[in-house]
């Protein structure tokens, strides 16, 4: 069985640009989360949705927002790209919210 | 608010030897207990967890980690050291809700 999978690998922005982020969970999965893990540091919770609604978001600004479709994939969006923005933005599917999370192998995005 | 301290950013052992990587949560209510396990350019993977019940959770790869309730403590130890072992390692903690918070992470070298 897939795993979760998330698009694109890796991405190089500029400042102020808009970018969109994508999450395939595990077949069967109804939730996903969205991390940034900034280098040299553990993932910060971003976002978690489950059946389309969101139910948790972490302490991001409101540049940041995620949306889950009907299939539960998931994206996630980032205007006005900011250098900070930089990191490895990790996607997690669980077949409900409180259930293990299964981690994807994350997009890297790069602000120049 | 729960937050998680992971003590050594870099932890270096030869093969063979005895692994402990350190970590102390702060939780007001009962915590669900993580440790992660990255690999270069990869996700995270779930090494262990403790929900309830036994306080020593055994995991895989030979891991197992001990949640002590009046240390606040999860270290994860492992008794032979193997050169697969080298990557990255993250305790999270949940605790009353969605959110995941995780530690800054501590490298693990192996030396031949």
């Known amino acids: 069985d897939a795993g979760v999978t998330q698009s694109p690998t890796h991405l190089i922005k500029t400042r102020g640009q808009h970018v969109t982020l994508r999450c395939s969970p595990i077949s069967g999965h109804k939730s996903v989360s969205w991390y940034q893990q900034v280098l040299g540091q553990g993932p910060q919770f971003i976002f978690q949705y489950y059946e389309k609604e969101e139910r948790g978001r972490g302490n991001f600004p409101d540049r940041f927002s995620a949306r889950q479709f009907p299939n539960y994939s998931s994206e996630l969006n980032v205007n006005a790209l900011l250098l900070g923005d930089s990191a490895l933005y990790l996607c997690?599917?669980?077949?409900?919210?409180?259930?293990?999370?299964?981690f994807g192998p994350g997009t890297r995005l790069t602000v120049l | 608010a729960q937050s998680v301290t992971q003590l050594g950013s870099h932890v270096s052992v030869s093969e063979g030897a005895l692994v402990l990587l350190r970590c102390n949560y702060s939780?007001?209510?009962?915590?669900?207990l993580f440790w992660y396990v990255q690999y270069p350019n990869q996700g995270l993977q779930l090494l262990l967890k403790?929900?309830?019940?036994?306080?020593l959770v055994k995991g895989i790869n030979g891991f197992e980690a001990e949640f002590k309730k009046s240390e606040t403590s999860f270290h994860l130890t492992k008794p032979s050291a193997h050169m697969s072992d080298a990557a990255e390692y993250f305790c999270?903690?949940?605790?009353?809700?969605?959110?995941?918070?995780f530690g800054a992470g501590t490298r693990l070298f192996v030396k031949a």
């Open positions: 999270a903690v949940r605790a009353g809700g969605f959110k995941t918070i």
């Open positions: 997690a599917s669980s077949l409900a919210p409180y259930n293990e999370q299964f």
């Open positions: 939780s007001s209510v009962p915590p669900y």
């Open positions: 403790y929900t309830t019940g036994a306080t």
